[in-house]
């Protein structure tokens, strides 16, 4: 049957191509829309390691360049802030926190190996303020301060970009006096978005700069409490200016840059993959109505509705399986060739949907035309002109 | 082998009734060659369209080889007319995009047979009717005697016990017409084929065993 199908495509080639042409393309943005849609559930559902609920971002301007002011100052604000019983803990940061649109980015190497890592530097209470789990090793603590080598904690990507599967505690990483010595390793932490996939991190303690923190607030605490930190915040030097943001909201906004731009990709590519349907629809709605007499042919030689049926649904779903394989030689280019560094099962993943996908709506857009043409009365198509 | 009885063919549409086929009796004995002849519109094509089981009539009965065609499913029809009847249409019916074996093999398609198998039979059915020599070629590259060959050549195919002919020389000369008449005597001689054949040519009937006439849906003769 398969060879009568086959041979029957052939034979009309030039029009079929149209329709294969047509799937191929569907395929393809298919193939991209499910890789995308598919690349970024996979990140969305792996922890983030942090729990950002009840957590503030507090950015304030100390209004002075001055390094050893920035230290006393800071201290000014740690005395403040442990007089709040709604406070829970509380650290400094460098501008890059979680979610925030700053970034401190740098190549590390380690014999041979090189990651691209963000570079976060912290106060000690960090993993207090964001809940943050280790799964090897230990944090780092005031008394750290005074070695000479700086010990920080690194993601388990980077330890294993940088170090494969030998164990990351104890390596140092960095050269003369910029030397770092990992005692950490943190398995997850989504620190841009929900979305953001495992990347490499390492943290350190705090240098000199930074003027903004991350507070862990006691659950329940009102805006009036908020406002009175704030204000009392502010009250601690002259000219200072405190700001305060909700974590949460500030991990919508950074999500939202993420979501919002697939979601359109879907509406553009629902609606072309709509029209393709409509097409698809129509095509075999003529293609039908060109071939009642074929029908009553076949009818009358002994095939049932169901022949009839299948026969038509069987041609589309031939022609689909080309424009599918033409498809296939492209989409499978990217992971062949690393495209995009994703790993090669999301590729794959996204070719399985593509393909489930392409064939429920060539099969969803054949199944009533064909319904429509096994229905016809033998008799009347045989007299069909 | 085939047996009418009382048969009746309204056609009704929301404003009018029309009567094709009034009280039919017709018995057609096996190994027969019936012509039935009739003006345009009498009802011929509809009366083999009832005997060919591509059409229901409104009342009466058929059976064919003792066997009562009445409340058979799609499935059982279907089957009957692959296992014991072939057509010939006057205008031929043939796949345009399948060449000329394709085309006779098309019956067995429907049956569970291998591919060589059918490659076999529908040689020997082109052989049969003399164009073993057009097996790869494409219906249009035929000429129309060229073409109900094909066509009697897939009507036989499947070794049916019964052909049913709907003016299978109206779209030809006399010569290939006289061609495709002898072809269609052949058959009935020699292999027993019962054959029910709608004709408006009187010299054609006339080779025939029996005539039946038909005139606005009765049975005259």
Not at chain 1, 46 to 66: C, L, Q, R, Y
Not at chain 2, 197 to 205: G, L
Request: proline share 3%; aromatic share 10%; charged share 20%.
């Amino acid at each position: 049957m398969f060879k009568h199908l086959f041979k029957l495509i052939w034979k009309k080639k030039k029009s079929n191509f149209l329709m294969m042409l047509e799937i191929f393309v569907s395929f393809l943005i298919l193939f991209a829309v499910w890789t995308l849609s598919f690349y970024n559930y996979r990140n969305y559902s792996k922890p983030s390691g942090i729990d950002h609920e009840n957590v503030w971002a507090v950015f304030i301007d100390f209004n002075t360049d001055s390094d050893s002011l920035k230290n006393i100052y800071r201290d000014l604000v740690r005395q403040k802030l442990k007089t709040y019983p709604e406070i829970e803990a509380f650290a400094f940061s460098s501008s890059n926190m979680p979610y925030s649109f700053s970034s401190s980015n740098n190549n590390i190497s380690y014999k041979g190996n090189t990651t691209h890592a963000e570079i976060m530097s912290v106060d000690p209470s960090y993993p207090d303020v964001l809940k943050m789990k280790l799964t090897e090793g230990r944090w780092f603590t005031e008394g750290d301060k005074v070695n000479k080598i700086k010990p920080i904690i690194v993601t388990r990507r980077m330890k294993e970009e940088l170090f494969g599967n030998e164990n990351a505690l104890g390596k140092i990483i960095g050269e003369k006096d910029d030397k770092r010595q990992v005692v950490g390793v943190v398995s997850h932490f989504k620190f841009e978005n929900d979305f953001q996939p495992e990347s490499s991190c390492m943290i350190e303690p705090l240098g000199g700069w930074p003027s903004d923190m991350l507070v862990r607030i006691k659950p329940g605490t009102t805006v009036e409490t908020e406002m009175k930190i704030s204000k009392a915040l502010v009250q601690l030097g002259k000219d200072w200016s405190v700001e305060i943001q909700h974590l949460d909201n500030m991990k919508a906004n950074k999500n939202r840059i993420i979501w919002v731009p697939i979601l359109i990709l879907f509406i553009v590519c629902s609606f072309l993959i709509f029209n393709v349907a409509l097409g698809l629809f129509g095509v075999l709605f003529q293609t039908i109505s060109r071939r009642k007499q074929e029908i009553g042919v076949r009818r009358a030689i002994g095939a049932t509705k169901g022949h009839i049926l299948w026969h038509f649904v069987g041609e589309t779903a031939v022609i689909t399986t080309f424009g599918i394989i033409l498809g296939l030689f492209f989409a499978i280019q990217f992971p062949l060739l690393n495209v995009f560094d994703l790993e090669a099962f999301v590729y794959i993943v996204g070719i399985v949907l593509a393909i489930i996908s392409i064939y429920v709506l060539v099969i969803a857009c054949a199944l009533f035309p064909s319904k429509q043409a096994s229905e016809i009365y033998p008799a009347v198509a045989l007299h069909e002109e | 082998m085939i047996k009418l009885k009382n048969i009746e063919k309204v056609y009704r549409t929301s404003t009018i009734e029309t009567l094709a086929l009034n009280e039919i009796n017709l018995e057609v004995g096996k190994g027969e060659f019936l012509s039935i002849m009739g003006p345009s519109g009498c009802g011929k094509s509809t009366l083999l369209n009832i005997m060919g089981l591509l059409d229901e009539p409104s009342k009466g009965e058929i059976t064919v080889d003792n066997e009562t065609i009445s409340g058979f499913s799609d499935k059982k029809l279907a089957h009957f007319r692959n296992q014991k009847l072939g057509f010939i249409f006057q205008s031929y019916h043939l796949i345009n995009d399948l060449p000329v074996l394709d085309n006779v093999e098309l019956p067995l398609l429907y049956r569970s047979s291998s591919a060589s198998e059918r490659t076999q039979l529908a040689t020997e059915a082109l052989q049969k009717v003399g164009l073993s020599n057009r097996m790869k070629h494409y219906p249009t590259q035929l000429s129309g005697g060229q073409k109900q060959r094909v066509a009697i050549a897939r009507a036989i195919v499947g070794r049916p016990e019964i052909i049913l002919a709907d003016e299978p020389t109206g779209n030809l000369d006399s010569a290939m017409g006289n061609e495709i008449m002898d072809i269609l005597i052949n058959l009935n001689k020699n292999d027993g084929t019962t054959i029910v054949m709608v004709t408006h040519d009187e010299n054609m009937a006339k080779k025939t065993n029996r005539l039946v006439r038909l005139f606005d849906g009765t049975q005259v003769m």
